[in-house]
């Protein structure tokens, strides 16, 4: 089974944490003021240079490689090295251009499309069953989206391929909860909870979330 991404929305319908292991496609960064603070550094608003150029984002010259914390100390980094053309006439020192961004919308974009997508599901088995119904999985042609939600209404969300298990991989939803989250989210005195001003990406819940994706009987 192949593992997309993960997003943690919190109660107030902001995404506060995002992490990806084999994404086709790279996100644009957010736009100025448009997603939390220790979100995720690869996908996080990106200040222009003095030229009016945008910085490269340094966490993503590799499908797998978003290891980054929001302190901007490296936990894990798989960089692929950088192509340099070979020496010769007008090319001397010259470095290939970094890779063009596939995806069409910035990230803050693409969080707002996937809350929609659970909320608008949700609304429609209300209307259709006439209670309040949840759901823990819907399936495309090109996707599987998992959703497990906790007591206190986070939410974690987590894109696979439509082959996925949804047991197999709600149980692993549970695991980060009850696991990572818990441990240096919950528990952890220097991380605000239930805020608006910053999302909950520290080196530690990245590095455990990682290890703990990458350890699961169905991840390739």
């Known amino acids: 089974m192949t593992v997309y991404s993960l997003y943690v929305f919190d109660r107030h319908c902001t995404c506060i944490y995002y992490h990806d292991w084999h994404r086709t496609k790279r996100p644009k960064p957010a736009g100025k003021d448009a997603l939390l603070p220790a979100v995720s550094r690869a996908v996080s608003y990106q200040s222009p240079t003095a030229d009016g150029t945008q910085m490269p984002i340094s966490t993503f010259s590799s499908p797998r490689n978003t290891l980054l914390s929001s302190s901007g100390i490296v936990v894990a980094v798989n960089e692929e090295p950088e192509y340099t053309k070979p020496p010769g006439p007008g090319n001397a020192n010259t470095q290939m251009p970094p890779p063009s961004q596939g995806s069409a919308l910035s990230f803050d974009e693409e969080a707002k499309l996937v809350y929609g997508v659970i909320l608008s599901l949700r609304n429609l088995m209300k209307k259709l069953s006439k209670r309040d119904e949840s759901f823990t999985s819907y399936r495309t042609s090109a996707y599987k989206m998992h959703l497990y939600e906790t007591p206190t209404l986070y939410k974690f969300v987590l894109l696979s391929d439509p082959k996925a298990d949804a047991s197999a991989v ?23 909870m239930d805020s608006r001003d910053q999302g909950i990406d520290n080196e530690y819940f990245r590095a455990s979330v990682d290890r703990l994706v990458r350890g699961l009987q169905f991840f390739s």
């Open 170 to 192: 709600r149980f692993a939803l549970r695991q980060i909860y009850a696991g990572p989250f818990l441990e240096y989210v919950v528990r952890n005195p220097l991380m605000p």
